[in-house]
């Protein structure tokens, strides 16, 4: 990187460390330390509610998504606004009413205390290894960048996001998310127009989009019913719609952003602003690794993005092999870059061209599948995958001097925001569920956001080493709801329960999400192939019905008295 580049990302960061730090002041007191004192305007919120999902993972692994997969992804949003509208209806004025912490104080509430503790364990699991996958996201940026590898990489990302953390609270992670989301347009849009910009002579946006477009990029409904595809309208209608429903209605981080406003109805707006703009979000993101992919097309691509695993076969004992798959795939790369050009200026026999362009694109893949097979041969590294190196590499070899600089601040700064308001909700719920809950009950506010800053600590450590083998899992985005789709169907079960069905008890409740929880593993093992996001529909609905039997079955029996 450019010395400018480099100024550009130490003075940011030393900048959101400097703004933690300034607001230690403030987050004296659980309330304001957790909640912002329940005092911040909707907009604020609604930011942060939209950021805080707004991950590095969005910037790096939904480009490369786009890239490799096109729109299909969006699919995965279309239950989003109806789930923003049930939340708001009955989650938002429920927390609201009974003043809680944590969503999982209700449950206490409402049925017992292991219902609660359980619930609360489940999501610092999901929540710490979704953190970790979040956390991957930069670190893999940075081992590109940097030729550093990635336990140095996820250190260097996970220091400022815990100090800033420990110190500033959620007041400072919402500001941060105000920040962030502004930023993040900015280098989404500079990029579209960069990419737009460096389309050959004689290839315009409508072209560029029918090159894309011929390889099924462009596809944003699939009608087929099948269990087995992740990204179809009704797995992203039904699947997607149980999975938005526990994260924004049940997961700590969505609940902790929302119970900062001043009131119900703020509370509301601000989770409006998820269900308007989420997904024309998603779509600029997507429209990002889409345009990469065409620039790719016209601009000679590497054979592998990863540039480190590269220089490690050029000099392994297959090095002469792989040498001579390079100059078979610069030979296909440029019958498809004449294919893709006799896409864009022919009208007569347009779909002929688009198959030639397909069979080429087919013919490129196999040759960079295969140097992927060599590089997990020489290198032992069977894990392997290249896709999460793509943007990153595109981000540092194309982009001009500042915007470079710009967009690595912004997937640092959406790290770091999205891993700041994760461990200040795993912070939440340890002290709140379980230190304040059963170890020390009577001590002062000061002494429990001690506790919390050291809880933030130790969060922070456990993302990291996950981090470092979310890291080889394949594509981020994916990783990361793979991670909470295992947990979250069953603990949206519990709140249906507590908030719907008014003849569960705790023991129904407690024993139904043992059930739940059984049910997705056993179907994750015996039946891997049905995508993660039907586990959310699983997950909940067996949570919901052993919930409710079990609680009319050991429901205790009156005995009438002798008259």
């Given at each position: 990187m450019h010395p400018v580049d480099w100024a550009i990302v130490v003075v940011y960061i030393s900048w959101l460390v400097w703004d933690g730090v300034k607001r230690t002041r403030l987050e004296r007191t659980t309330e304001s330390y957790f909640l912002a004192n329940r005092s911040l305007?909707?907009?604020?919120?609604?930011?942060?509610?939209?950021?805080?999902?707004?991950?590095?993972?969005?910037?790096?692994?939904?480009?490369?998504?786009?890239?490799?997969?096109?729109?299909?992804?969006?699919?995965?949003?279309?239950?989003?606004?109806?789930?923003?509208?049930?939340?708001?209806?009955?989650?938002?004025?429920?927390?609201?009413?009974?003043?809680?912490?944590?969503?999982?104080?209700?449950?206490?509430?409402?049925?017992?205390?292991?219902?609660?503790?359980?619930?609360?364990?489940?999501?610092?699991?999901?929540?710490?290894?979704?953190?970790?996958?979040?956390?991957?996201?930069?670190?893999?940026?940075?081992?590109?960048?940097?030729?550093?590898?990635?336990?140095?990489?996820?250190?260097?990302?996970?220091?400022p996001a815990i100090v800033y953390t420990m110190l500033g609270g959620v007041q400072a992670v919402t500001w941060t998310d105000v920040k962030v989301m502004g930023l993040t347009v900015f280098v989404l849009i500079a990029a579209i127009v960069f990419l737009v910009a460096k389309l050959p002579d004689g290839v315009s946006v409508t072209d560029a989009l029918r090159i894309a477009g011929s390889t099924g990029r462009l596809t944003v409904v699939d009608t087929r019913v099948t269990l087995t595809e992740t990204y179809t309208v009704w797995s992203g209608l039904i699947g997607g719609l149980f999975l938005m429903l526990s994260y924004f209605g049940c997961d700590q981080s969505q609940v902790q952003r929302y119970l900062t406003a001043k009131s119900v109805d703020e509370g509301r707006t601000s989770l409006m602003m998820s269900a308007y703009w989420k997904i024309p979000l998603q779509v600029l993101v997507l429209l990002v690794g889409i345009f990469t992919f065409v620039y790719y097309i016209f601009h000679p691509p590497p054979m592998l993005f990863n540039a480190v695993h590269d220089r490690e076969v050029q000099s392994s004992a297959r090095a002469a092999e792989y040498r001579a798959l390079e100059q078979e795939f610069a030979t296909v790369y440029a019958a498809r870059r004449e294919a893709a050009l006799r896409v864009a200026q022919t009208d007569g026999a347009l779909e002929e061209a688009k198959q030639d362009f397909r069979d080429e694109d087919a013919h490129l893949k196999k040759a960079r599948a295969a140097a992927v097979e060599i590089v997990r041969d020489a290198t032992r590294d069977k894990a392997y995958n290249d896709v999460n190196y793509m943007f990153p590499t595109f981000i540092t070899t194309a982009l001009p001097i500042g915007l470079v600089g710009l967009w690595i601040v912004a997937i640092i700064t959406a790290a770091t925001d999205s891993i700041a308001a994760?461990?200040?909700?795993?912070?939440?719920?340890?002290?709140?569920?379980?230190?304040?809950?059963?170890?020390?009950?009577?001590?002062?506010?000061?002494?429990?956001?001690?506790?919390?800053?050291?809880?933030?600590?130790?969060?922070?450590?456990?993302?990291?080493?996950?981090?470092?083998?979310?890291?080889?899992?394949?594509?981020?985005?994916?990783?990361?709801?793979?991670?909470?789709?295992?947990?979250?169907?069953?603990?949206?079960?519990?709140?249906?329960?507590?908030?719907?069905?008014?003849?569960?008890?705790?023991?129904?409740?407690?024993?139904?999400?043992?059930?739940?929880?059984?049910?997705?593993?056993?179907?994750?093992?015996?039946?891997?192939?049905?995508?993660?996001?039907?586990?959310?529909?699983?997950?909940?609905?067996?949570?919901?019905?052993?919930?409710?039997?079990?609680?009319?079955?050991?429901?205790p029996r009156t005995v009438a008295s002798a008259s």
């Open positions: 305007p909707w907009w604020a919120v609604g930011l942060s509610v939209m950021a805080t999902q707004l991950s590095a993972i969005t910037l790096v692994g939904t480009t490369g998504q786009g890239y490799n997969d096109g729109m299909r992804f969006i699919q995965f949003y279309y239950g989003l606004p109806i789930a923003m509208v049930l939340v708001g209806a009955f989650c938002v004025p429920f927390f609201f009413r009974a003043r809680v912490y944590t969503a999982y104080e209700y449950l206490e509430r409402r049925f017992d205390a292991k219902t609660r503790a359980l619930t609360s364990l489940l999501f610092l699991f999901s929540r710490a290894m979704s953190c970790g996958a979040i956390v991957a996201a930069p670190a893999v940026v940075l081992s590109v960048i940097l030729g550093w590898d990635v336990t140095t990489t996820t250190l260097v990302i996970l220091v994760e461990l200040n909700s795993l912070a939440a719920v340890s002290v709140m569920d379980f230190y304040r809950r059963y170890l020390v009950r009577t001590a002062d506010d000061h002494h429990y956001v001690l506790t919390a800053k050291i809880a933030t600590a130790v969060w922070g450590v456990f993302a990291g080493v996950v981090a470092i083998y979310a890291s080889t899992l394949g594509s981020l985005i994916e990783v990361v709801n793979r991670f909470g789709s295992y947990f979250y169907g069953s603990i949206l079960g519990v709140f249906i329960l507590a908030f719907f069905v008014r003849g569960a008890n705790g023991t129904g409740a407690f024993l139904g999400l043992i059930a739940g929880m059984a049910s997705v593993r056993y179907v994750a093992v015996v039946r891997p192939d049905i995508s993660f996001l039907w586990h959310n529909v699983i997950g909940a609905v067996v949570v919901v019905v052993v919930g409710w039997i079990l609680s009319q079955a050991l429901r």
